[in-house]
């Protein structure tokens, strides 16, 4: 994570932290003090409280909506390491090692593979009796240390 | 073959397969598998390898990931620490599972290998009993087995025989004709093996695995033309193989080599590698040999259709990727751990070779 996407995401958390406690502030008062004027005269009163009620002030508006819009920002640009989605970078880190396929345990193993290996493994021409001799020979020579 | 014949070979092919699908589900037989759950692990004459966990309480996907993170030849190292999974994985209770029947088919072939053969029986059993023995890839496992328990070459006749009896009755069960190809390739039957399989390849020309595997047996005759010919057919039915196209960029160099070295053969082989490097990246191989290639064109003589300056900068390139994997790969640097220490050994050797030439 890059340090100015850090700011970015900072900086809009609490731009958006502040639009919420201000819009709570806002709907508090509101509740709480009714306009002065609605007791003088009871006409307007059920379109003034509406107005005052329900709807917040434009800057608090506004606030939401650039900190959020920052915010998403922010994430996007934090970087993290998108997946490899071309074959030719995919096969190269698979090669390497640096990445292993699914139901592999890169822990216990460092050599990388190929997506292609099977055309020359080719399990199903499995010479058992060439693989026997092979281990029976360096069972000979390693087996007893 | 028309590519009409293909297509009904195709179809043909699918209907065996849904055949023997059929045949898994029938011979379900859950009493079988009830009567096999005790089983008393083998004492092993060997002592567990180093680094070889006491496996007791490790489930199965853990052996599963065990068996997937080492390649279809293992070394036999590995193949003795995985056959020395054996007594826990066969303790296991039996789940019934794709999972589980997967990993007792790699432990067979682990044990095997290994000559673990009391152990071998016993899964094969167990294989058997659930899914039949009249399943081709079952049939399959038998076969190996058989051949790998034959002392001498008597036996080996005999376990052919069952092979061409299956196939009498069977011409289609592809897992068996596999089995008796290797066989008679075994028994240094080279020209009967490459029949038999030309004549499998004719019945299924869309199995990748059968053309790569014609082209070994075609290479190991050096009868080079008919095994790139093999190879571009796994082309066909492949074309990201970038493994493929590095082993046809090494067979077209040593054809070229035999035949006395002819610029244009080079230039061949030259791009096998690039299209090899191009879907593979920071391929060892394929730098290799764009590298080897390359040197090799700068010195010879004769009309080249890929100008000089072009020859050389790919040659630099090469070098400075085959550099990069080196001393990556030397000091551990992560990304650069998975290459084959052997072939990074022979990079340096050639490295090595370039610079004295200079």
Redesign the interface.
């Known amino acids: 994570m890059s340090l100015p996407s850090k700011l970015l995401i900072t900086f809009s958390s609490l731009l958006l932290a502040h639009a919420c406690y201000s819009a709570h502030e806002h709907s508090l008062l509101s509740t709480t003090h009714p306009s002065p004027s609605s007791p003088a005269s009871p006409s307007t009163s059920p379109s003034g409280t509406t107005t005052t009620g329900s709807s917040l002030p434009l800057d608090i508006t506004l606030e939401t909506l650039i900190s959020v819009s920052l915010l998403l920002l922010g994430i996007v640009s934090s970087g993290w390491e998108l997946k490899p989605i071309s074959?030719?970078?995919y096969?190269?880190?698979?090669?390497?090692?640096?990445v292993?396929?699914d139901?592999?345990?890169?822990k216990?193993?460092?050599?990388?593979?190929?997506?292609?290996?099977?055309?020359?493994?080719?399990?199903?021409?499995?010479?058992?009796?060439?693989?026997?001799e092979?281990?029976?020979q360096?069972?000979k020579t390693?087996?007893d240390s | 073959m028309t590519s009409h014949d293909r297509r009904r070979h195709a179809t043909h092919r699918r209907q065996t397969h849904s055949n023997q699908l059929g045949a898994i589900t029938a011979d379900k037989n859950p009493k079988a598998l009830t009567n096999l759950i005790a089983y008393k692990p083998p004492t092993h004459h060997?002592s567990p390898a180093p680094g070889v966990r006491l496996a007791s309480k490790m489930s199965l996907?853990?052996y599963?990931?065990?068996f997937?993170?080492?390649?279809?030849?293992p070394t036999?190292?590995e193949?003795?620490s995985l056959s020395q999974l054996a007594p826990s994985i066969l303790n296991l209770s039996i789940t019934d599972t794709p999972e589980q029947w997967s990993l007792y088919e790699s432990l067979l072939?682990s044990a095997?290998?290994?000559?673990d053969d009391t152990s071998a029986r016993l899964i094969l059993q167990r294989l058997s009993d659930r899914f039949g023995n009249s399943n081709a890839r079952i049939m399959?496992l038998q076969g190996?087995f058989d051949?790998?328990m034959?002392t001498n070459n008597a036996q080996l006749e005999e376990v052919l025989k069952n092979y061409n009896e299956v196939l009498k009755d069977d011409p289609t069960n592809?897992?068996i004709t596999?089995r008796k190809?290797?066989l008679l390739?075994?028994l240094s039957k080279k020209t009967e093996a490459i029949a038999a399989l030309t004549v499998l390849l004719d019945l299924n020309p869309t199995d990748?695995?059968?053309w790569?595997?014609l082209a070994?047996y075609y290479f190991e005759l050096s009868m080079f033309s008919q095994a790139i010919f093999c190879l571009e057919e796994?082309l066909l039915i492949?074309p990201?193989?970038?493994?493929?196209h590095v082993?046809l960029g090494e067979i077209s160099y040593l054809a070229a080599e035999n035949s006395g070295g002819g610029v244009e053969k080079f230039e061949t082989s030259l791009r096998w590698y690039l299209r090899a490097v191009?879907?593979?990246?920071?391929?060892?191989r394929g730098y290799y040999g764009v590298k080897l290639v390359t040197g090799k064109l700068l010195q010879s003589k004769g009309t080249r259709t890929i100008p000089e300056e072009k020859v050389n900068k790919l040659n630099s390139v090469a070098t400075v990727h085959l550099n990069d994997i080196v001393t990556g790969f030397e000091k551990g640097t992560?990304?650069?751990?998975?290459?084959?220490p052997e072939e990074v050994a022979a990079v340096k050797e050639l490295l090595a070779a370039d610079d004295v030439s200079k």
């Open positions: 074959l030719r970078s096969a190269g880190m698979l090669e390497r090692g640096s292993f396929p139901g592999v345990d890169g216990t193993t460092v050599r990388g593979r190929g997506i292609f290996d099977g055309l020359e493994d080719r399990p199903g021409f499995l010479d058992i009796r060439k693989q026997r092979e281990f029976a360096w069972i390693h087996g | 060997l996907s853990t599963l990931s065990r997937k993170s080492v390649s279809l030849t036999p190292s193949s003795l072939l095997l290998r290994t000559g399959a190996l051949e790998a034959a592809v897992p596999k190809i290797t390739h075994h990748a695995e059968s790569a595997q070994q796994v492949l990201n193989a970038y493994n493929v082993r191009e879907l593979c990246d920071r391929y060892l992560k990304g650069f751990t998975g290459y084959d």
